[in-house]
């Protein structure tokens, strides 16, 4: 199901979610299973190492919370995807990109893809820097 102006690509295939990979999905909305138009229900873990993350966050306050307990935890060659809402969703939110650049780059990560998530989210993929991985 493609939604008019986006790309053709499956989310799930724009995300990078590998059918090895073991993903925590962190307050994820509702219709995540749709979005992805995939079961990876198999895959999801509830806490643990992850080698793919998927954070969706409204408040900068709870993002930055979650983001820093996360790294904590998730090995150096994990991928994080932190999702925020559109300004056109019309949903309040203090997110923007580079509210989100602001927390994770002193931390030693850095955004390497954004994309469009839904129609009410968009989506940041966070990686560590190369030197640190």
């Not at 790309?7 to 995300?15: F, R």
Request: proline residues 6%; positive net charge.
């Amino acid at each position: 199901m493609a939604i008019a102006g986006y790309s053709g690509t499956p989310l799930v295939k724009k995300l990078g979610i590998q059918p090895e990979m073991k993903v925590l999905l962190v307050n994820p909305p509702v219709d995540y299973d749709q979005l992805l138009e995939t079961d990876i229900r198999s895959q999801v873990v509830k806490s643990g190492k992850a080698d793919f993350v998927h954070l969706f966050a409204v408040k900068r306050s709870e993002l930055e919370k979650q983001f820093l307990s996360l790294i904590k935890q998730l090995p150096p060659t994990a991928i994080i995807w932190i999702s925020w809402y559109k300004k056109s969703a019309k949903m309040p939110t203090d997110i923007t990109e580079d509210i989100i650049r602001e927390i994770v780059l002193p931390t030693g990560w850095v955004d390497v893809k954004v994309c469009a998530v839904s129609e009410l989210w968009s989506g940041l993929k966070i990686v560590t820097r190369k030197n640190m991985r």
